[in-house]
C-alpha cells in the first residue's frame, strides 16, 4: 500500500531550514483556544518523552474531543538526550512560527522532526494514516538546484551519469537495508563509501520512526531512495524527508560517529568520460610502440621461467608435485578475488589456530558435508564462525574457492558475511561473521524452540530471506543463483535476523540466460525443483522453487520432506495445495502461531508460497513478483496450480518405505518410493 501510493508523488527542492509543511489551512485555531492551551501541553509532553526515550522518539496527545491533539518527535539516532530535548523545544515552537494558527504543521530540523495534528496520525497500524503521514512529507529536501556537483559529473555524457547515479543508488539502498533490517528497534543506519581515484568519500544516513514495521520502514526508504537518485542530478549531498522515514547522503561526515556500514562501491573508480577520451586519442600510437616490446619481453621471461622450473622438478616425485598443485590452488583463488570487498582478509594459519584454540572440541559447532565448524574469537574480541576443509575432499576445494571468490563480492543484509580466508597447503579455511542463533532449522523443527519464532518474526524472516535472493538475482554486481537454499543455510543473527549462507554450490549466471544445464546434480532432496532434479536444469526459478519450500515450512513447523506422511501426500506441497484447494488452508499453519490476529498475512503468504512451488518453472513467479506479494496487501494473487510431485500419492491400503540409495552421479542421497 505504501509503495503503490507513493510512487506517484514527486517533491518540491526547498532551499531553507529548517522546512515545514503546513496542513489544510480549513485547520486552524486561535490563540488562547483550548487548542493552543493543548498544543501548548502537547509540546512539553513530546520534549520530556523524546528526552527520556532510549530511541528519542516520542508520541503524545493532549485535551479531549474536538480539540485534542495529537503529535510525534524523533531525533536523528546519533544525538543525545541534551540536544534531542533542545531539538524537539525549538521544533514545537518553530512549527507555530512556520504555520501560524495552522492546526496541522510538520517541521524538519536537521537533528529532529515534529508533527502536531488535530487529526489522529499515530497508530501505525491504520495504514492509511501512514501513507498520509508520508504524502504530506514527501515534497521538501533541502538541495537546490545550484548546489555544487559531484566531481566528473556530466548531465550530457549516460556514461557518467549512470555510474555516478549507482554509486549514489547503491549507498542509499544498502544505508536503508541496514537502518530496516539490522538496527533492531532503532531504525537508524549510517554509512560510508570510498570510490577511490579522486573520488570523494561519500557519507549517508537513513532512519524510520519507531513504530513502523520493519518492512514498511524499509518499503518507504525504498520509496524514497530511488525518488532521490532520480531528483538529485549528481549534487554533492542532499536529504529527501518524510515525517515516517528519511535518507540523507552528503560527502561532509554529518553525523556523530563511525558508520554502522560501509557500503562497497559498485564501480572500481570514476574515470572522467572526457579526459578519458582524449587520452586514449593522444596515446594510441605512443602506448602500442611501449606495450608491444614489453609485452615480448614479459613472455620471453615467463617461458624462461616455466622452463627453468619444469628442469627443476623433474624427477623430485609426488610430494613436489602435490606441493606444485598447492600453490597453484592458492595463486588461483588469490587471482579470484579481485573486485572482492576491501574489508576481506587472507588470514594466516596460525591466527586460525589461535583464535579457535588449536580446534578444540568445545569450540566446535557442527559438521556439514563440507567440514567441521568451529567457534573462535581473534585478540581484538571479535567472535567468528570458521569452516575447515575436511583433508582431502576435491569437491570441498572445489565448492571452497567457489563460495570464495563469490561471496567476498557480494554484501547485503541478508547474506553471511564472509571476513576472509586462508589457504596454506592443505588447509582450506573459511572466516565468517558469527551468528548465536545458528540456523533457522534448529527452531522451526524443534518442539521447544519453535513458539520462540511468533508470527511476526517469522512474517520478518521469510520477508529478509526474499529481500536476499533477490539481491542475488537481480540487484548484485554478481547474478547468482544458489541452488541449496534450505533452512540449515539461513542462519539467524542476535536479533533472529536471516541470513543465506553456504554459498558452495552457488552459479553465476548471465543475463541472458533463461535457463542452464548442468550433468551434475548438487542439493538437497525436498528443496529441488523437479526440472534440476530430473533434467539438471536450474534457473532463478529453481530459487523460487526453494522458497517456496522453504515458506511452507516456516509457516507449518514441519519439514516439507520427512519419514512421516503429510495427508494422502508424501511431502508438504502437495497435502498444503490439496488444503488450499479445499480451503481448509488454515490446517497447514503451526498451531502454535496466533492465527486470528493475522489471518490474511499467513493466507497469503502460503498463497506466495504455493505459486512458488507450482510445478511448471514458468509458472513460477520471480522474487521480484515475490517480494511485491509479501509488501503489498491491496495486491491480488493469483491462485497456484497443483505443485510439483503432487501426483505421487500414498492410498490408505499402502503404506512406505524410504530406502536411501547414494548415487555416485549425482553427489547427493536420493530418497526413492518404493510400496510394499
Known amino acids: 500500500m505504501i509503495v503503490i501510493l507513493l510512487l506517484t508523488l514527486g517533491f518540491t527542492p526547498i532551499a531553507a531550514e529548517p522546512w515545514q509543511i503546513c496542513g489544510d489551512a480549513a485547520m486552524n485555531y486561535t490563540t488562547n483556544s483550548t487548542y493552543h492551551g493543548n498544543l501548548e501541553l502537547l509540546s512539553t509532553k513530546l520534549t520530556h518523552n523524546a528526552t527520556t526515550s532510549p530511541y528519542h522518539y516520542a508520541t503524545a496527545s493532549a485535551g479531549a474531543a474536538p480539540d485534542t491533539v495529537y503529535g510525534l518527535a524523533l531525533c536523528r539516532g546519533d544525538v543525545n538526550a541534551t540536544a534531542c530535548g533542545a531539538c524537539v523545544a525549538t521544533a514545537s515552537l518553530g512549527a507555530q512560527q512556520l504555520c501560524p494558527y495552522r492546526a496541522d504543521a510538520t517541521v524538519f530540523y536537521p537533528t529532529c522532526r515534529l508533527r502536531f495534528s488535530g487529526k489522529n496520525f499515530l ?11 508520508v504524502v504530506n512529507t514527501m515534497n521538501t529536501t533541502d538541495t537546490t538546484n545550484t548546489a555544487p556537483a559531484l566531481p566528473d559529473w556530466d548531465s550530457g555524457n549516460a556514461e557518467s551519469v549512470a555510474g555516478i547515479t549507482e554509486i549514489v543508488r547503491e549507498l542509499l539502498q544498502e544505508t536503508a537495508r541496514q537502518a530496516a533490517y539490522s538496527s533492531g528497534a532503532r531504525m537508524f543506519a549510517t554509512g560510508r563509501m570510498d570510490v577511490g581515484g579522486g573520488f570523494p568519500a561519500l557519507y549517508s544516513m ?60 559498485p564501480v572500481k573508480e570514476v574515470v572522467p568520460p572526457a579526459v578519458l577520451a582524449v587520452t586514449r586519442r593522444k596515446h594510441k600510437r605512443g602506448m602500442i610502440k611501449v606495450v608491444l616490446p614489453l609485452l615480448a619481453s614479459i613472455i620471453g621471461l615467463i617461458i624462461s621461467f616455466i622452463f627453468i622450473k619444469r628442469r627443476r622438478i623433474k624427477g623430485n616425485g609426488s610430494q613436489d608435485k602435490h606441493t606444485k598443485m598447492n600453490v597453484k590452488e592458492d595463486e588461483a583463488i588469490v587471482w579470484g578475488l579481485e573486485g572482492r570487498s576491501s574489508e576481506f582478509m587472507i588470514y594466516d594459519f596460525p591466527q586460525v589456530l589461535e583464535a579457535t584454540a588449536n580446534f578444540s572440541a568445545e569450540n566446535k559447532l557442527g559438521q556439514g558435508g563440507f567440514g567441521p565448524v568451529y567457534k573462535g574469537r581473534f585478540p581484538d574480541g571479535l567472535e567468528i564462525a570458521v569452516k575447515r576443509l575436511a583433508s582431502h575432499s576435491g569437491q570441498g576445494f572445489t565448492e571452497f574457492k567457489n563460495e570464495v571468490q563469490l561471496i567476498a563480492k557480494l554484501q547485503h543484509t541478508n547474506l553471511v558475511r564472509l571476513l576472509g580466508c586462508c589457504s596454506q597447503e592443505e588447509e ?111 534457473s532463478i526459478k529453481s530459487d523460487v522453487f526453494s522458497f517456496g519450500v522453504l515458506t511452507l515450512e516456516i509457516v507449518s513447523g514441519k519439514r516439507s520432506s520427512s519419514l512421516h506422511r503429510c495427508g494422502d501426500f508424501i511431502n508438504l506441497l502437495g497435502h498444503a495445495w490439496q488444503l488450499w484447494k479445499d480451503e481448509r488452508w488454515l490446517q497447514i499453519v503451526d498451531v502454535s502461531l496466533d492465527i486470528e490476529c493475522h489471518t490474511l498475512e499467513i493466507m497469503r503468504c502460503i498463497n506466495a508460497a504455493l505459486l512458488c512451488v507450482q510445478e511448471n518453472a514458468a509458472d513460477r513467479p520471480t522474487m521480484s513478483d515475490v517480494v511485491a506479494m509479501l509488501r503489498s496487501e491491496g495486491m491480488t494473487l493469483t491462485e497456484p496450480k497443483h505443485p510439483a510431485y503432487f501426483h505421487i500419492r500414498v492410498t490408505e491400503e499402502e503404506d512406505i518405505s524410504i530406502v536411501t540409495e547414494p548415487s555416485s552421479v549425482n553427489d547427493m542421497t536420493m530418497s526413492a518410493l518404493r510400496g510394499r
Open 123 to 133: 497508530h501505525p497500524d491504520d495504514y492509511s494514516q501512514i501513507v498520509d503521514g
Open 206 to 265: 537513513a532512519q524510520c520512526v519507531p513504530a513502523l514495521t520493519h518492512r514498511d520502514c524499509s518499503s518507504c526508504l525504498q520509496v524514497i531512495s530511488f525518488m532521490a537518485t532520480d531528483n538529485f542530478a549528481g549534487r554533492r549531498g542532499g536529504r529527501l524527508l518524510a515525517l515516517w522515514c528519511n535518507l540523507r547522503y552528503d560527502t561532509d561526515h554529518f553525523y556523530d560517529g563511525d558508520p554502522t556500514v560501509t557500503v562497497v562501491s
Open 428 to 538: 582450506k579455511i573459511l572466516i565468517y561473521e558469527y551468528l548465536p542463533n545458528k540456523s533457522l532449522d534448529l527452531f522451526i523443527f524443534d518442539e521447544t524452540r519453535r513458539p520462540l519464532l511468533y508470527w511476526n518474526r517469522r512474517l520478518a524472516i521469510i520477508e529478509g530471506i526474499a529481500q536476499g535472493l533477490l539481491y542475488l538475482h537481480k540487484h548484485s554486481r554478481l547474478r547468482v543463483i544458489h541452488r541449496d537454499l534450505k533452512a540449515s543455510n539461513i542462519l539467524l543473527d542476535h536479533e533472529m535476523n536471516p541470513k543465506i549462507s553456504d554459498f558452495g554450490l552457488a552459479k553465476i549466471y548471465s543475463t541472458n540466460d533463461t535457463e542452464v544445464n548442468t550433468e551434475r546434480i548438487v542439493g538437497t532432496y525436498g528443496y529441488m525443483a523437479p526440472e534440476y532434479a530430473s533434467e539438471g536444469l536450474f
